[in-house]
């Protein structure tokens, strides 16, 4: 198998007109094809072997090898499918450049712009005719600015250059499609800044320029600035639509009768459904990241709103088999589904998969669910009520720790420190994944003292969030602060504490133990650079696209750490 041969791999070539994919080389000897890659017109000349390659796809931290998807993505993502997403990616950036050159900026360019990005992260969309339709829409854009003018506009090859160079330009993208799905869920709401708008199109430009390494990073970290300014944008919005998040305890355990699970991360399709089934008998019950839902009160008020089913994106081929109910996948993580609940799929929003329901919205954005409420009215749910648990077997989960609720206990949690009884805070969050490496987080939390609390946020809690740790001063020591879109309640909360004790976050008895899977992670990861916070861990693997001369500097000027053994990197942080 060509992945088998895929270590030291770095990039493709894309023909320079229409970023189609034609040739990629590899070195054999990885530590060569980082430092030395020699290129031509069109092909990656790094060693002596060619290899033909149907796709080119290093984004997320399963990439095949630990280098790059040519054959199939990891993720179920085929060649047709990823080298859409690089084309409509092209796209963008001319509509971007269209748009600065002409200064003409439109409500439906920035729309496009944002959506398409988010179209193409990783586990979103699958669907070749819907990327085509999609960019059928950005041209059409185009066409309204001046076809004339965009015929004229040359984008870079993403993937061809300097190793180091590519890199850089690879985590701006990348970045940029994380941010992308922060904003889509505001513009949801009807939550928009100016700032990161225009961000966008400058981002994008930025991406279709050559740049020096300084200039790249400073790029970069400008990117992570506005991100957490798109997070807070976020947070206004789910909090003034949904109110404050409050500590909810969620049952697991499957009611019997119809239900529909709704996955994914949008509030807002979440808030339409409950509406919607509210008097049909059907039980509503959320998937990995919408689990955090549960805190919400103008969510929670909905009595149909019954439960969490099941545990992180990667199970849910297992989870989901013979569902006896449909699910929705609001936006990531959708993997291929299996033959025995294929037909019980559902797509809305960017997210889309050939051959399955999606239901489209208004331009307002209001969507009717009664496919999927007939669906599971017709497919009955379980018979009896079901027992499920969490991966270490617990049937209770506790989420609603946002920075409100959290720093309502500020004077408590300040005085535990004062008083010693709290001596450490790990925030342990992000991504999860299917990669073996990842049960290292499970054993990280189990081995924290008592002394200490335990904050975390994304998917990367279900290796943990059903463990009962106890209480310290009344403080529970798991404090769920929701989604990978509720980074900026972390961050918030780090800053408060960092106030009340005169000091940088970097000075506090504090430490980030990041898991990461896609752009999403990428983009916060970037923003916490930003913000100057040093000495974080980072796994199960560091990111395929930075190269080593990019994970050297982040490295020596952040003290990012790739994560070893649980006791060996707990010993590191608290100087045992």
């Not at 970290?221 to 919005?237: H, I, P, S, T």
């Not at 807002?268 to 509406?275: K, P, T």
């Not at 017709?378 to 969490?390: A, I």
């Amino acid at each position: 198998e060509m992945s088998a041969s895929l270590v030291g791999s770095e990039m493709c070539i894309r023909d320079r007109n229409s970023c189609s994919l034609s040739i990629l080389y590899l070195e054999e000897n990885p530590q060569t094809a980082r430092q030395s890659p020699v290129f031509s017109d069109r092909f990656i000349i790094s060693g002596g072997i060619q290899y033909m390659s149907n796709m080119f796809c290093f984004q997320c931290q399963q990439t095949a090898g630990g280098s790059a998807c040519i054959n199939t993505g990891v993720c179920g993502k085929q060649p047709s499918t990823s080298n859409l997403q690089d084309e409509l990616v092209c796209e963008l950036i001319k509509l971007a450049e269209l748009s600065k050159n002409e200064n003409k900026h439109s409500a439906v360019a920035d729309r496009l712009i944002i959506d398409g990005l988010f179209t193409t992260l990783t586990n979103v969309n699958f669907d070749d005719n819907a990327i085509k339709e999609f960019m059928g829409r950005v041209k059409n854009e185009q066409n309204k600015i001046s076809r004339p003018e965009a015929e004229k506009i040359q984008v870079i090859d993403l993937w061809d250059g300097d190793t180091d160079i590519v890199s850089l330009r690879s985590t701006l993208l990348f970045g940029l499609k994380g941010m992308a799905a922060y904003a889509h869920h505001a513009m949801n709401l009807g939550y928009t800044d100016n700032e990161v708008l225009k961000w966008f199109y400058k981002g994008l430009c930025e991406v279709n320029r050559e740049h020096s390494v300084t200039e790249w990073i400073e790029l970069i970290m400008e990117l992570g600035q506005v991100n957490f300014k798109c997070m807070e944008l976020l947070d206004k919005a789910n909090t003034e639509s949904f109110g404050n998040p409050v500590p909810t305890r969620v049952n697991v355990d499957i009611k019997k009768g119809p239900f529909i699970v709704v996955s994914g991360h949008d509030l807002n399709d979440l808030s339409q459904l409950l509406e919607q089934t509210e008097k049909t008998g059907v039980n509503v019950y959320t998937h990995c990241e919408m689990l955090p839902a549960h805190g919400y009160p103008e969510l929670n008020k909905y009595h149909n709103l019954a439960g969490n089913f099941g545990t992180a994106w990667q199970s849910q081929q297992t989870e989901f088999e013979n569902i006896p109910a449909p699910v929705l996948f609001t936006t990531n993580c959708l993997m291929p589904p299996r033959p025995s609940y294929k037909d019980r799929i559902y797509t809305t929003s960017v997210v889309g998969y050939d051959g399955m329901v999606h239901i489209s919205g208004t331009r307002a954005g209001k969507k009717d669910f009664t496919p999927l409420i007939k669906h599971a009215q017709k497919l009955g749910g379980y018979e009896h009520d079901r027992s499920m648990s969490g991966i270490n077997g617990g049937h209770m989960l506790t989420t609603g720790f946002g920075h409100n609720a959290v720093l309502s206990q500020a004077g408590k949690i300040i005085d535990a420190i004062k008083a010693g009884h709290i001596k450490h805070i790990f925030l342990v969050g992000g991504c999860d994944g299917a990669h073996p490496g990842r049960n290292y987080y499970t054993e990280f939390v189990k081995q924290t003292p008592m002394d200490t609390l335990v904050l975390t946020l994304a998917c990367g809690k279900y290796r943990f969030n059903d463990l009962d740790l106890g209480e310290i001063d009344g403080i529970p020591r798991i404090l769920d602060m929701g989604q990978c879109n509720d980074s900026y309640s972390a961050i918030k909360v780090a800053l408060a504490l960092a106030d009340a004790f005169n000091c940088s976050i970097n000075d506090l008895p504090l430490t980030l133990v990041l898991s990461w899977y896609e752009q999403k992670a990428v983009c916060i990861l970037l923003t916490l650079l930003s913000l100057g916070v040093r000495n974080m861990y980072i796994g199960p693997t560091l990111p395929a696209f930075m190269s080593e001369t990019v994970v050297k500097y982040l490295v020596e000027n952040y003290k990012l750490n790739p994560i070893t053994a649980p006791e060996q990197d707990m010993d590191a942080i608290l100087k045992r």
